[in-house]
């Protein structure tokens, strides 16, 4: 059989420091399991840009056959895109966004269809009259500029919902532990929070707990993973009023590699849907995707079970042909 040929492709991840990067690498590695011909390094730029830019560097220097970006800011990373585009290096850019025109393929979320979901969601909830709070994802990402700007567009059809305070907290739940008690005792009037991610939202609800406020204050978070601790469990028991999904998208990025390094048919902006989770369809979702979660490491038990059955039997073709060359 003709061999498939050996592709290479760098990944560089603006972070792994959470359980939604995990999954996306999980859904990478599954992906990959199929292709045994593929190789994928990763580096991990902890939240740096400055790191980050150098990553990209190495893998252009490199010359990978493709390139895996999820930037952690959308600005500073752009030129890179350009550079990898003029060496004829795909780039697929995933979740987080750069400015760059120049990149092959996209595959995320739409985060400002996350935003309005959440103010129509806030809304209705609150019969179209209170104050919200907002906290608000790394400042220059491009999911936290368009989880802002949706939210604040959602809301602008209400004229009584009104957003008094804002809190940048770059993804992490720490800086809302620390700042949120301050700005709440501020703005007492607050009814509910949004959260551009379940980590800072699932924070949120401990402050809020804390200070005496979790029947009066609401909060939605954004993310909706499954697994305990994360988005699904947090609606299911109550603590986040609803988190909207956003899926992390690891195979289909595998899979539109691919496609684009065999010259197959590709669609350049891959949207992955969002819907709001709350207490009336939690059970729903979570049954659906734990049994494909089963299902998914399933497959991966058999394809696993496979490449062992065809490594043993290379092995065994060797030995034999070692035993007749004898
Ligand atoms: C994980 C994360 C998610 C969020 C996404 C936005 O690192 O913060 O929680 O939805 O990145 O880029």
């Known amino acids: 059989?003709?061999?498939?040929?050996?592709?290479?492709?760098?990944?560089?991840?603006?972070?792994?420091?959470?359980?939604?990067r995990q999954a996306m690498l999980a859904g990478m590695e599954k992906e990959l399991s199929f292709h045994p011909n593929v190789q994928l390094q990763m580096l991990d730029a902890r939240n740096d840009t400055e790191l980050q830019r150098r990553h990209i560097q190495e893998f252009i220097r490199q010359r990978v056959d493709a390139l895996l970006i999820s930037p952690?800011?959308?600005?500073?990373?752009?030129?890179?895109?350009?550079?990898?585009?003029?060496?004829?290096?795909?780039?697929?850019i995933l979740d987080r966004r750069t400015t760059s025109p120049h990149y092959t393929a996209y595959v995320g979320g739409n985060s400002l269809e996350v935003g309005r979901t959440a103010g129509?969601?806030?809304?209705?909830?609150?019969?179209?009259?209170g104050q919200v709070l907002e906290i608000l994802g790394r400042p220059g990402s491009s999911p936290a500029t368009e989880r802002h700007l949706g939210f604040v567009q959602a809301l602008a059809q209400h004229p009584n919902m009104q957003l008094v305070a804002q809190l940048p907290a770059a993804w992490q739940s720490d800086l809302v532990l620390a700042q949120l008690p301050a700005l709440l005792r501020a703005h007492p009037g607050v009814r509910l929070i949004f959260a551009h991610n379940d980590p800072m939202a699932r924070a949120a609800h401990q402050v809020v707990q804390q200070l005496g406020l979790a029947r009066r204050i609401r909060i939605i978070g954004v993310d909706g993973l499954p697994g305990p601790g994360n988005g699904l469990q947090l609606v299911a028991n109550g603590t986040l009023q609803a988190t909207l999904l956003?899926?992390?998208?690891?195979?289909?990025a595998?899979?539109?590699?691919?496609?684009?390094?065999?010259?197959?048919?590709?669609?350049?902006?891959n949207i992955l849907v969002t819907?709001?989770?709350?207490?009336?369809?939690?059970?729903?979702?979570?049954?659906?995707?734990?049994?494909?979660?089963?299902?998914?490491?399933?497959?991966?038990?058999?394809?696993?079970?496979?490449?062992?059955?065809?490594?043993?039997?290379?092995?065994?073709?060797?030995?034999v042909y070692l035993l007749l060359a004898s």
């Open 120 to 129: 129509r969601y806030a809304a209705q909830l609150l019969h179209e009259r």
């Open 254 to 269: 595998i899979r539109t590699a691919l496609r684009i390094l065999s010259h197959e048919h590709y669609t350049k902006d």
């Open 72 to 92: 952690n800011q959308a600005t500073p990373l752009a030129d890179l895109v350009d550079t990898a585009a003029a060496h004829h290096i795909p780039v697929i």
């Open 1 to 20: 059989a003709a061999r498939e040929p050996v592709y290479r492709i760098g990944f560089s991840q603006c972070t792994t420091a959470d359980a939604w």
């Open 246 to 252: 956003y899926s992390p998208g690891g195979e289909e």
């Open 275 to 319: 819907m709001v989770v709350d207490s009336t369809n939690v059970q729903a979702v979570r049954g659906q995707t734990e049994r494909l979660l089963a299902q998914q490491s399933d497959l991966f038990r058999q394809q696993q079970r496979w490449q062992q059955q065809q490594q043993r039997y290379n092995n065994q073709s060797l030995l």
